[in-house]
């Protein structure tokens, strides 16, 4: 059975780092256990309640997304098994499906995102300024509305709990050096292009999303972390697309704009979530990896309200 899993604890492996939504587990000296949870964070605060089979659609979306990828960037895959790191069955039951072997890699300080409609903060950012991070735009645009190019608008990373700050590409040039920070863009530029065709094609505008970037030994530029999914995106229902309008979504925008109606400061701790707005949010996930990839997991029949139990749950 697929738990719904809000903190995963490994016996076998030294925990590294526990991010907003990914538990980091050690695997040797080169490796990195990456075991993607069902937390969901909101304006950076990682929300006390699970969104049930998260974890396991966000490491299914990305899969898909490296193989479909890889021609253009190589990625932090690692051809080992997870039997192979976690060979106890019981304890490699509890993160089936949300796990991934990757290689250890030397992560780059800044978060790739790449635009291509006019919404969140680029949409505030172009009001005060006619511009999106210093990037000047035709006046006269509506709220969602298709920019004429996908644009690059890096940010710094920040931790959990503080907030990104968008920079322009002057100072990621800085951070990064400028022949990072250009590949680092026009990889960018070039998997947003080709992801949102097919995406298109399948009923799905990508309005925005991010990408993070590492350094293998050698210097190499190495995709990480998640790509495309849910989290790391706005995916726009095609069918519905109006400009002008705030639009609906397979994401978790869902999530901010129902905590947009509560009177909290968006500080930790976060609120909890109606049983409602996690069921459908579950739904939308699901329903995006269904659209993009063609597929349905046997395991979406276990995602539907709030089956399996919670490892270690914030209350």
């Not at 659209?291 to 749950?313: A, E, I």
Request: net charge negative; charged share 25%.
């Amino acid at each position: 059975m697929l738990d719904v899993l809000y903190e995963s604890k490994l016996e076998s492996l030294p925990l590294v780092a526990r991010g907003k939504v990914r538990d980091v587990y050690a695997v040797g000296e080169d490796h990195l256990l990456i075991v993607t949870t069902d937390r969901l964070s909101a304006f950076d605060v990682v929300l006390p309640d699970p969104i049930p089979c998260k974890g396991a659609v966000l490491t299914a979306v990305s899969g898909f997304w490296f193989e479909r990828t890889a021609h253009l960037v190589p990625n932090h895959l690692a051809d080992i098994p997870l039997e192979a790191v976690l060979p106890d069955p019981a304890e490699r039951d509890r993160v089936e499906g949300r796990a991934v072997v990757v290689r250890r890699l030397q992560a780059l300080p800044v978060e790739a995102i790449v635009r291509g409609y006019l919404i969140g903060s680029g949409w505030k950012d172009y009001q005060r300024s006619g511009s999106v991070c210093g990037i000047e735009l035709p006046p006269g645009l509506q709220l969602a509305d298709r920019l004429p190019e996908p644009l690059f608008t890096p940010s710094t990373k920040a931790a959990v709990g503080d907030h990104d700050e968008n920079i322009d590409f002057a100072r990621a040039e800085a951070l990064l050096g400028a022949d990072v920070a250009a590949r680092v863009r026009d990889l960018s530029l070039a998997i947003y292009r080709e992801a949102a065709d097919w995406a298109l094609q399948r009923g799905i505008i990508i309005a925005d999303t991010k990408f993070e970037f590492g350094l293998d030994a050698n210097g190499r530029v190495v995709l990480i972390d998640e790509i495309l999914t849910p989290d790391s995106s706005r995916f726009w229902p095609a069918e519905s697309y109006r400009p002008g309008i705030s639009q609906p979504s397979f994401d978790k925008q869902f999530v901010r704009d129902y905590l947009e109606t509560l009177e909290w400061d968006k500080t930790p701790p976060g609120p909890h979530l109606p049983a409602d707005i996690i069921g459908r949010t579950a739904q939308k996930y699901r329903e995006a990896l269904q659209r993009l990839t063609g597929t349905t997991p046997s395991w979406f029949s276990l995602c539907d309200g709030r089956n399996g139990h919670r490892v270690n749950s914030v209350t």
